[in-house]
């Protein structure tokens, strides 16, 4: 299958074509035509399924028979759970609408940034990329309409729903007008999900795609025996030893981040923290450093962590276990995806042996372990 067989516009296929997106995407195949076709959608379907191009394409094709709308009146509204997923939609929206000859403006906002500059921004805006948060705040200031929205994406459902947006989330349904298309996209598919989907779906094509957590196939994982004090010298060793270039970090808490960012820097390495507690800016500039390669390690919290999306990450550090076995799997699934091989690596200490062997039983794969008691880390 190829892209040109759903349904495209040749101006989208030429930007396709520059892009790194050779074939499509399951979903992308199910996806693309349906909406196309002015269907609902109901999408099973994970970070690493391909999903965002998924409704990225057909929303961005609708737009190119579409008169442009007045100032402030939205067509198109992407409701996500958190900013980084908002910023990789919003990027992902500005590689295929580049070079469009009926240009479309795209904008993501969210909050814990000041609001004032989003609103200069949304001059001529079409497509609103928006945490439930702050769209509200932006329709409390008159900033934009909803009244004309043409289509609706809810993208993470579910992790909207965990996150408490359930209340606001229902609020901008209510700021909708009735005739529109809706397309939502969930990991899961519980009870609250279900009874949205019945709320907002009408007649929606379903389309499920595995889970992510079926390619842990495409990671070599390793497990090295280490006591507290070691962990730094053996993660400064493994990166100088084998010269690495990309490697995402994991800590279990935000202090932690900084002191191994510390330890790393004085050690002459590259390296920046992502955590909750810094401002979105140094947290949006350090994804950017780190994905452009002007960073060669980036310090990452479980929580900012979520969603995030880098392509081809060749190696994940575990520098810490998570407690929960999801949030493992979750963190080594940032490598070995998209079809392309990575690497994952976790610390253990004496006390996490029992903890270290529930995350394997329940990831369902047997790590080889390493003793790094034997290893010389001098001068690391
Ligand atoms: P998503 O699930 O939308 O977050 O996409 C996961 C990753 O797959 C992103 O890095 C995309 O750039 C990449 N991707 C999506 N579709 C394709 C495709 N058809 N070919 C190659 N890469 C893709």
């Known amino acids: 299958m190829s892209f040109s067989k759903l349904g495209l516009s040749a101006p989208l296929l030429a930007t396709i074509a520059k892009s790194d997106y050779t074939t499509p995407y399951p979903i992308q195949e199910a996806a693309i035509p349906a909406i196309l076709a002015g269907k609902d959608i109901l999408g099973i379907a994970q970070t690493g399924s391909g999903k965002t191009a998924s409704f990225v394409l057909p929303i961005l094709q609708q737009f190119q028979q579409k008169p442009v709308a007045p100032n402030r009146f939205i067509k198109a509204l992407i409701l996500v759970p958190m900013r980084e997923l908002a910023v990789q939609v919003g990027d992902v ?3 295929f609408s580049a070079h469009l000859p009926r240009p479309v403006k795209t904008l993501a906002v969210f909050g814990g940034v000041s609001i004032n500059p989003q609103m200069i921004r949304l001059r001529g805006v079409e497509v609103l990329i928006a945490t439930p948060g702050r769209l509200l705040d932006l329709v409390a200031n008159n900033a934009i309409q909803l009244s004309d929205i043409d289509i609706l994406v809810l993208d993470e459902a579910d992790k909207m729903l965990n996150l408490g947006f359930k209340e606001e989330m229902t609020r901008i349904f209510d700021l909708l ?44 994982q390793t497990g090295y025996r280490v006591t507290e004090e070691k962990k730094g010298p053996l993660l400064r060793y493994l990166i100088k030893s084998q010269n690495l270039k990309q490697v995402l970090v994991f800590t279990s808490s935000v202090h932690k981040a900084d002191s191994v960012v510390h330890k790393l820097k004085q050690n002459g390495i590259v390296a920046l923290a992502l955590h909750s507690q810094k401002s979105q800016g140094a947290r949006t500039d350090a994804l950017r450093y780190f994905k452009s390669g002007e960073i060669n390690v980036l310090v990452a919290t479980d929580l900012a962590s979520r969603g995030l999306d880098i392509p081809a990450l060749p190696v994940v550090i575990n520098y810490e276990l998570p407690r929960s076995p999801k949030d493992f799997i979750h963190r080594i699934g940032r490598t070995g995806r998209a079809g392309v091989e990575g690497i994952a690596i976790s610390f253990v200490c004496a006390e996490d042996d029992h903890h270290f062997r529930v995350i394997q039983k329940k990831m369902g794969k047997w790590v080889d372990m390493i003793e790094a008691e034997g290893m010389n880390l001098h001068g690391y």
Do not use: W
């Open 93 to 95: 929206f500005k590689l």
């Open 177 to 220: 007008p009735e005739k529109r298309q809706n397309l939502l996209f969930s990991a899961t598919l519980g009870k609250e999900i279900h009874t949205i989907t019945e709320m907002l779906l009408h007649d929606p094509v379903k389309i499920e795609i595995a889970p992510e957590t079926e390619n842990l196939d495409l990671i070599k």
